[in-house]
T-cell receptor, first 113, second 111 residues
Framework: GAGVSQSPSNKVTEKGKDVELRCDPI?????LYWYRQSLGQGLEFLIY????????KSGLPSDRFSAERTGGSVSTLTIQRTQQEDSAVYLC???????????FGPGTRLTVT | DAKTTQPNSMESNEEEPVHLPCNHS???????IHWYRQLPSQGPEYVIH???SNVNNRMASLAIAEDRKSSTLILHRATLRDAAVYYC????????????FGQGTTLQVKP
């Protein structure tokens, strides 16, 4: 079956602009996670959705970052007023439930110039 | 979240077994031991997980010490495709299921 998909695969934006990153999880997966991986850094957790609610937003680095999930499916991560330090690969993962293995998408590479 | 310690890098020859160690001396009773790997330019991929008993699946085996303070991921016959960063992660069954990644072990497989 189809895996987790993310779009766009690459995004170049100017400092100060807003960007939206999209994640389509595997159908039927109730849990959805966003992570990011900066150049030379490890993977860091951003936010967790169970259904449409986000009980854990503890990894969002600032209030410029927000995310939503609609219909228990698609999720959008929005970064407002992008900064150069936001440049990273943003990864989305979904799982059948929070206790099951996570399936990752290919990521969106964001470059802020 | 409890921490794990892994060697930064390891090397293996193709078609030989590989043992990737992980120390987790502060593991709690509800922590599951998960392994993920990340191939170059890809998102992480689930490998295996366990709680107390050794586990086997089509990708690998997981050997867990009796005191659970360490574990070893075993790739029975390494292939070039197994070259990746391997992450050992402790996942608390009572939390949100988020994965806390460390630096992992970069495995190089030589032909």
């Amino acid at each position: 079956g189809a895996g987790v998909s993310q779009s766009p695969s690459n995004k170049v934006t100017e400092k100060g602009k807003d960007v939206e990153l999209r994640c389509d999880p595997i159908s039927g997966h109730t849990a959805l996670y966003w992570y990011r991986q900066s150049l030379g850094q490890g993977l860091e957790f951003l936010i967790y959705f169970q259904g449409n609610s986000a009980p854990d937003k503890s990894g969002l680095p600032s209030d410029r970052f927000s995310a939503e999930r609609t219909g228990g499916s698609v999720s959008t991560l929005t970064i407002q007023r992008t900064q150069q330090e936001d440049s990273a690969v943003y990864l989305c993962a979904s799982s059948f439930d929070r206790f099951y293995e996570q399936y990752f998408g290919p990521g969106t590479r964001l470059t802020v110039t | 979240d409890a921490k794990t310690t892994q060697p930064n890098s390891m090397e293996s020859n193709e078609e030989e077994p590989v043992h990737l160690p992980c120390n987790h001396s502060t593991i709690s009773g509800t922590d599951y031991i998960h392994w993920y790997r990340q191939l170059p330019s890809q998102g992480p991929e689930y490998v295996i997980h366990g709680l107390t008993s050794n586990v086997n699946n089509r990708m690998a085996s997981l050997a867990i010490a009796e005191d659970r303070k360490s574990s070893t991921l075993i790739l029975h016959r390494a292939t070039l495709r197994d070259a990746a960063v391997y992450y050992c992660i402790l996942r608390d069954s009572s939390n949100t299921g988020k994965l806390i990644f460390g630096q992992g072990t970069t495995l190089q497989v030589k032909p």
